[in-house]
C-alpha cells in the first residue's frame, strides 16, 4: 500500500514534468547530440551516382518528425470521419501513410523553394506551414479555409509557405512546377522547385515536355514521383510499360527513394537540390503506400488485398519506424509519445470545432476573386450580372 | 475617381490622328464625330497607377476629350507641316508595344515557338531576342500545353510572360492549362495568387490556310471564367491593347488576325495604353448599330462605303472586348439607332456573336425595334479552295444586304 501510494506520489510529481519539454529530462535528448541512421534501403540511382545511406540527426529532429508526422496522421484520419459525417462532401484523397514524404521533403529545404501538387495535398500544406484551422475550413468550405471555402480538398495553397497548390487534373501541375523553377531561374534566386505528382499522373505527356524543356534549360526543378503503386483503381504494372520511374526521364537523372522511411527521403530531397541548382533537373521516386482509398468513394479494398495493407501498415508505416528510433535511442517513453499523439488528437479536434463554428462564405463572395480587383470587369459580360456601369 | 491626367499630349493625341487616319482610309466623316468620339482614351494617374476609362465608371468624361482635343487642334496647327507620331505595319506596332513593356518592367518575358532566334513566324517579335537574351525571349519547343502551363506557373509567383501561339488553332492544346490553371487558379486560391499572363497569337481564316489552321478559338474560349479576351484590328489598337494586356494584373487572351498583320497606319509618338475593357466607336451613326471586330471591321467598312452611297447612316463600333463585352458603348448605340447588326467571324453555332446577341436581347430588348442580325461564318471547316473559303466568310455584299433587311 505504501508502495503504491509513494509511487502515485512519485508519478505526480513526474507527471508535470513530463508533459513539459521532452528533451531538457532525458540523458540523450540533448539536442547538440547527434545521432547518425541508416537509411532502410540503399538509394537506387538511374545516370548519377546515389548519395549515402548514413544520415545524421539529433534527437530534436526525431522528436520534431515524429509530432509533425503524428499530427498529419490525425488530421487525416479526422477529415475520414468528418467525410462520413457529410461535413466534407466532393472529393477528399487522404494521405495517411506517406506522412514521411511531406515531411522529409520539408525538413530539407526551406520555405522559399516552391512545392507543387496534384490533390492529396493536405498533409504537404500542413508541412509548409498551413494550419489545422485553415485546412478543416477549407475541407467544411467555410470562410476560414485558406482558399476563402472556393478551393476544397483539391485547391490548398499557401503563398507565404511557397506551396502553389493543390491541382485537380493531374499532370497539369508539372508544367506549372516547370514554370515556378523558370521563375527561379529568371530571378536568380538559389532555390528549387518540387513538382510533385503521382505513378497515375506519370503516363501524361506534358510531364515529359516538361522534363525535356527544364533540362533543356538547365531549370532547377525537381520532379517527385510518390509511388503509391496504385492509380485509383489500377496497379502500376497495369498502367506503365515501365513502372520504373525514376529512369523515365532518360537523360534525366533519377533516384528512387524508400518513400515510408523520412530519413532517406530527407537525404534524397537535400542531394537533388544540391544537384538541381548546379546541374538542372532530377527525378525522384518516392516508394511509398496509401492506407485509405484512392479517395472517400474508394474503399481501398477491391483492387489490393486487406493482408497488402495491414502488411505495410506493420512493417513500413513511417510513424512507426520513428517511434522505434525514438525509443531504441532512449530520447523518449512509449508513454511520453502516447502522450504526444493524444496531444495532437486534442488540438486536431479543436480545430474541427473551431472550424465548425466558422461561417459559411457570403453570397457576395461568389464573384470575388474572379478577376483581381480594380482590373477586368467593367461592365456588365454576357457572362456575370455584376453591373459596374449603369446601362442607358 | 481622383485620377490626374498626366501627359495631355498623351490623351489628345489619343483622339485625332487616329479619327483623322479612319477619315482618310473610310469614308468622309461628319466633323462632329471629333466631339462625339469617346472611346480609346486612357489615363495614367499621377502616382503611376493606371485607371480605365476616366471615370471609370459608367459615366465616360467627355468634356476631357473634347477639352483635350480642341487643345491638340491649336497645337497641331502651329506644329510643323510633318504629321504627328509615325507608320507602321500592324505587327511593328504590336513589337513595340511589347518592347515598350520590357523596358518598362523587367519581369516581362516572352516565350513561345521560333520567337526568339527566328524572330516569330510574323515578325511580331524580331530583334527582341538579340537585345534581351535568350531567357527572356525563350524559344520552346513544340509542347503547346506545357510550355503555357509554364507560363502561367511563372506567372504565379509574378513574373509576366508573354505566351505565343504561333496560330491560335494550336492552342487548343493547352485549353486545360488556359481554362484550368489561367482562368480559374485566381478564384480557387481564394485570391492569394494572381496569373498576370498574356496569351496572344494570331487566329481567324487566312487565305487558304486550310481548317485547322483557321480557327476561330474566340468562341471555344469565351466560357472560361477568370480570362479577358480582346482583339486588336488596326496598329493602333494593337499596340494599346498589347501593353493593356501585359499591365493588366489578370490573365488576357488577345487575338490577332492572320491577314492583319500588314495593316500600314500612323500612330503617336507618345506613350498610351488603352483600355481592355472600352470598345471602339469607328463611325458614328444613326440608323443601325454595327458590332463586329478583327478583320470584319475592315468587311463592314466596306459595305459602310456602299450603304453611305445608298443613303444610309451605319453606327459601326469595334467592340474589341470579347470578354466582357462593353455593354455601356453598345446600349448607347442600341438606344440611338433600335437596330443591331453583328458581323463576326466566328462560327454562327456557339460564337461571339451568338453571345452577343443573347448579352443585347437580355439587356436591351426594349430598345430594339427589330430582331438582332447576326452574320456568322458557315458552321463548317474552312474548306481549302479559295472560292469555298469566301463563301465560308462574311462578305461585304452579304453586309450591304442584312442592313437594307433591317432599316426596312
Known sequence: MALSTSRRAINQFIKPLSSSVYATRRLTSDSTATITVETSLPFTAHNIDPPSRSITTSPNELMTFFSDMAEMRRMEIAADSLYKAKLIRGFCHLYDGQEAVAVGMESAITRKDCIITAYRDHCIFLGRGGTLLESFAELMGRKEGCSRGKGGSMHFYKKEGGFYGGHGIVGAQVPLGIGLAFAQKYSKEEYVTFAMYGDGAANQGQLFEALNMAALWDLPAILVCENNHYGMGTAEWRAAKSPAYYKRGDYVPGLKVDGMDVFAVKQACKFAKEHALKNGPIILEMDTYRYHGHSMSDPGSTYRTRDEISGVRQERDPIERIRKLILAHDIATEKELKDIEKEKRKIVDEAIAKAKESPMPDPSELFTNVYVKGFGVEACGADRKEVRATLP | ?408
Open chain 2, 1 to 408: 475617381m481622383a485620377a490626374i491626367i498626366q501627359g495631355i499630349g498623351a490623351a489628345t493625341a489619343l483622339t485625332s490622328p487616329n479619327s483623322l487616319d479612319i477619315k482618310k482610309s473610310f469614308l468622309s466623316i461628319s466633323p462632329r464625330s471629333l466631339s462625339v468620339r469617346k472611346g480609346s482614351s486612357f489615363v495614367v494617374s499621377s502616382d503611376g497607377r493606371l485607371s480605365y476609362g476616366l471615370n471609370g465608371r459608367g459615366g465616360r468624361a467627355e468634356h476631357f476629350i473634347t477639352n483635350a482635343v480642341a487643345a491638340k487642334e491649336d497645337t497641331a496647327a502651329a506644329s510643323t507641316s510633318s504629321k504627328p507620331g509615325h507608320e507602321l505595319l500592324l505587327f511593328e506596332a504590336l513589337r513595340e508595344g511589347l518592347e515598350e513593356e520590357m523596358d518598362r518592367d523587367p519581369t516581362v518575358c516572352v516565350m513561345g515557338e521560333d520567337v526568339g532566334h527566328y524572330g516569330g513566324s510574323y515578325k511580331v517579335t524580331k530583334g527582341l531576342a538579340p537585345k534581351y537574351g535568350d531567357l527572356r525571349v525563350l524559344d520552346t519547343p513544340i509542347a503547346e500545353n506545357s510550355f503555357t502551363g509554364m507560363g502561367i506557373g511563372a506567372a504565379m509567383t509574378g513574373l509576366r510572360p508573354v505566351v505565343e501561339g504561333m496560330n491560335m488553332g494550336f492552342l487548343l492544346l493547352a485549353f486545360n492549362q488556359i481554362s484550368n490553371n489561367c482562368g480559374m487558379l485566381h478564384y480557387t486560391s481564394g485570391g492569394q495568387f494572381k496569373i498576370p499572363i498574356v496569351i496572344r497569337g494570331p487566329g481567324g481564316v487566312g487565305r487558304q490556310l486550310g481548317a485547322e489552321h483557321s480557327q476561330r478559338l474566340e468562341s471555344y474560349f469565351q466560357s472560361i471564367p477568370g480570362i479577358q479576351m480582346v482583339a486588336c484590328s488596326t496598329p493602333y489598337n494593337a499596340k494599346g491593347l498589347m501593353k493593356a494586356a501585359i499591365r493588366s494584373d489578370n490573365p488576357v487572351i488577345l487575338f490577332e488576325h492572320v491577314l492583319l498583320y500588314n495593316l500600314k497606319e500612323r500612330i503617336p509618338d507618345e506613350e498610351y495604353v488603352l483600355n481592355l475593357e472600352e470598345a471602339e466607336m469607328v463611325r458614328p451613326g444613326e440608323h443601325v448599330t454595327i458590332l463586329t471586330y478583327s478583320r470584319m471591321r475592315y468587311h463592314v467598312m466596306q459595305a459602310a462605303k456602299t450603304l453611305v452611297n445608298k443613303g444610309y447612316d451605319p453606327e459601326v463600333i469595334d467592340i474589341r472586348s470579347l470578354k466582357p463585352f462593353d455593354l455601356y458603348t453598345i446600349g448607347k448605340s442600341v438606344k440611338k439607332t433600335h437596330r443591331v447588326l453583328i458581323v463576326e467571324e466566328c462560327m454562327r453555332t456557339g460564337g461571339i456573336g451568338a453571345s452577343l446577341t443573347a448579352a443585347i436581347t437580355e439587356n436591351f430588348h426594349d430598345y430594339l425595334d427589330a430582331p438582332i442580325v447576326c452574320l456568322s461564318s458557315q458552321d463548317v471547316p474552312t474548306p481549302y479552295a479559295g472560292t469555298l473559303e469566301n463563301w465560308t466568310v462574311v462578305q461585304p455584299p452579304q453586309i450591304v444586304t442584312a442592313v437594307e433587311q433591317l432599316c426596312q
